[in-house]
């Protein structure tokens, strides 16, 4: 029976993966940084959330001076939103130098 090249790469990426978990998982401080990171983002984004449903109601009411209010919470919004970039930059960055390192120090699914 011939084997299906796909099945072949899914194997081996699946093989992959598990190692790069496995490896990674004698790491707990970054992973204690990873979950901070993802605490703090989703803080923005329930921010976010909030901002907007402000945003809306203050639309609706067709009031003055809600419309005005508006300018400040967009504002916020176009804040909080580089702020969630800028937090999953840096964990990208720290995930893969912690990743690395981990690596570097010697550190293999043989271990």
Known sequence: MASNPRNNANKKLKHHRNQD???FEG??????TLDKNFKQVQSVLDRNRAL???????????I??????????????????????SLYSDMSSN?????????????????
């Not at 907007?52 to 067709?62: A, D, L, R, T």
């Not at 003055?64 to 970039?85: F, H, R, T, W, Y």
Request: proline share 3%; charged share 20%; hydrophobic share 30%.
């Open 95 to 111: 995930f893969s130098s912690a990743f690395h390192q981990h690596h570097s120090n010697g550190h293999t699914r043989e271990d």
């Open 64 to 85: 003055p001076d809600n419309m005005v209010k508006n300018v400040a919470l967009i504002q916020e919004l176009n804040g909080n939103i580089s702020k969630v970039v």
């Open 52 to 62: 907007i449903q402000q945003v809306n109601e203050n639309h609706q009411s067709k």
């Open 27 to 32: 790491n707990p401080e970054a992973w204690a």
């Open 21 to 23: 978990s496995d490896d």
